[in-house]
């Protein structure tokens, strides 16, 4: 694969070769920059990339270029759908440029599996709605590739197999009671605790960013003091907490101990943290 642009020549970056789908069919490869730029000539361009060749754009291009279309009233643009979700070509391309521009300041490490997953996000990712924290991350005991995503009040799980329809699943803040990491050397596994069971998913691509996305979002979940108000992002406050609260909490993170939801690192720093609370 070439490392340049097939159009304005300019060395590619990460996110041009992960987040875009941006390989044509005849193994050259757009930077983001020229497919937003082809994409406004042909909406297919930005779903179906790898159905054209750099011939085929160049033709768009020239023809575009040789034509003055003179557009009388306005027309609403057709609109794509993923499943039950229906939006227009026009909003989904704002979004899918406001996803990457957040993924690029998350600097987001996903492989090059989680493509077609990163295209499903516009369809139910608002353009006011922020991407706090993303990993590889599938359900468990499957072969899709997936992504894990964290919001402000939900997180998202995405998993798409070589063949068939994405998978979303989506999880209030207010279903997930508590969220557990698993250590593996290899594939380490992030538990969303819900009310009436747990669902597990496996981080086999990268353990350091398993580890950084639960770290960035684990006190939410998992701290007392905040499990009422689960907004991440929102600013510590500083509460009053009565020695019996403080007491009946420790006793409701033994049992979580027990039951093997907390391990004994995550159980010794939620003990610290209330403790601290009594000086």
Excluded: W
Excluded at 184 to 194: D, G, Q
């Amino acid at each position: 694969m070439t490392n340049n642009c097939a159009l304005c020549n300019t060395e590619l970056t990460s996110m041009d070769t992960l987040l875009g789908a941006n390989s044509l069919s005849d193994g050259n490869v757009l930077c983001n920059k020229c497919l937003n730029k082809v994409s406004d000539i042909n909406d297919e361009l930005l779903y179906n990339l790898n159905a054209f060749s750099i011939d085929d754009i160049n033709n768009m291009l020239n023809t575009e270029a040789a034509q003055t279309v003179m557009t009388v009233g306005k027309t609403l643009p057709a609109a794509i759908d993923s499943g039950s979700h229906q939006i227009s070509k026009e909003v989904y391309k704002r979004r899918h440029q406001k996803i990457k521009n957040e993924l690029e300041r998350l600097h987001a490490n996903l492989s090059v599996f989680t493509k077609g997953e990163i295209k499903e996000l516009p369809y139910f990712i608002s353009e006011e709605e922020q991407i706090i924290a993303i990993t590889d991350a599938q359900f468990v005991n499957t072969l899709d590739a997936g992504v894990l995503v964290a919001t402000p009040n939900r997180m998202i799980s995405v998993s798409k197999g070589m063949f068939g329809a994405a998978k979303i699943n989506i999880y209030s803040n207010e279903t997930i009671k508590l969220l557990s990491f698993v250590t593996h050397p290899r594939s380490p596994i992030i538990k969303l605790h819900l009310e009436e069971r747990t669902v597990e998913f496996e981080c086999y691509m990268d353990k350091e960013d398993a580890e950084k996305f639960y770290d960035t979002i684990k006190n939410i979940y998992n701290n007392p003091q905040e499990q009422s108000s689960k907004q991440i992002g929102s600013a510590k406050r500083s509460v009053s907490v009565s020695s019996e609260e403080i007491f009946n909490q420790l006793e409701k993170l033994g049992k979580l101990r027990e039951n093997g939801i907390l391990t004994d690192a995550e159980f010794t720093e939620q003990k610290k943290k209330l403790l601290e609370q009594l000086k």
